[in-house]
Antibody, heavy 120, light 107 residues
Framework: EVQVVESGGGLVKPGGSLRLSCAAS????????MNWVRQAPGKGLEWVSS????????YYADSVRGRFTISRDNAKNSLDLQMDSLRAEDTAVYYC?????????????WGRGTLVTVSS | EIVMTQSPVTLSVSPGERATLSCRAS??????LAWYQQKPGQSPRLLIF???TRATDIPARFSGTGSGTEFTLTISSLQSEDFAVYYC?????????FGGGTKVEIK
């Protein structure tokens, strides 16, 4: 089955760190760019970060640049998001999403998400 | 940053009726636009890409039109499973941005 499964969410205090992971299966992971997209409770979707198939290019939203680090391990079919200096406004469900094509960055495969709660 | 504005915020429609959702970009994005459907408690699902191409296994009652700055998602005859929130997303320029969503609810 083609799928991505997120893990690593939880409750963390402001200023703390958390590392999210996304395990991919059923497709050739090293051929696809990957992304993190988040959704605050009751709110819309917000793109967070993207990484190309060979990690050549990495992109971040302004809201997380300098605090979050995206990485991937193609040998393990995994995608990570290291989140440091967390703030209350980072509270959200974080989705791992696959980019459909090499050139066009829309998302054709989404995980079920993992909830990150930043609160004291 | 390209701002994506969706309207209306909420659309009340009876089953079997047509629903028309709008998405406007703050600058031209050609046809680099996708539409997603999200049901409560679920992750988003890709419906349309390249403004008008249906994704795999998406029913023909979903159609997308538009280019430049004005886009429309039409659901020709609403089924019970279509009541959800719909998001547009531009992928023409970084950063990637989403609209705020349109909730399609039962009238």
């Amino acid at each position: 089955e083609v799928q991505v499964v997120e893990s690593g969410g939880g409750l963390v205090k402001p200023g703390g760190s958390l590392r999210l992971s996304c395990a991919a299966s059923g497709f050739t992971f090293n051929s696809y760019s990957m992304n993190w997209v988040r959704q605050a409770p009751g709110k819309g979707l917000e793109w967070v970060s993207s990484i190309t198939s060979s990690s050549t290019y990495i992109y971040y939203a302004d809201s997380v640049r300098g605090r979050f680090t995206i990485s991937r391990d193609n040998a393990k079919n995994s995608l990570d998001l290291q989140m440091d200096s967390l703030r209350a406004e980072d509270t959200a469900v974080y989705y791992c999403a696959r980019v459909a094509t090499v050139r066009y960055w829309y998302f054709d495969l989404w995980g079920r998400g993992t909830l990150v709660t930043v609160s004291s | 940053e390209i701002v994506m504005t969706q309207s209306p915020v909420t659309l009340s429609v009876s089953p079997g009726e047509r629903a028309t959702l709008s998405c406007r970009a703050s600058q031209s994005i050609s046809t680099n636009l996708a539409w997603y459907q999200q049901k409560p408690g679920q992750s988003p699902r890709l419906l349309i890409f390249a403004a008008s191409t249906r994704a795999t296994d998406i029913p023909a009652r979903f159609s997308g039109t538009g280019s430049g700055t004005e886009f429309t998602l039409t659901i020709s005859s609403l089924q019970s499973e279509d009541f959800a929130v719909y998001y547009c997303q531009q992928y023409n320029i970084w950063p990637l941005t989403f609209g705020g969503g349109t909730k399609v609810e039962i009238k």
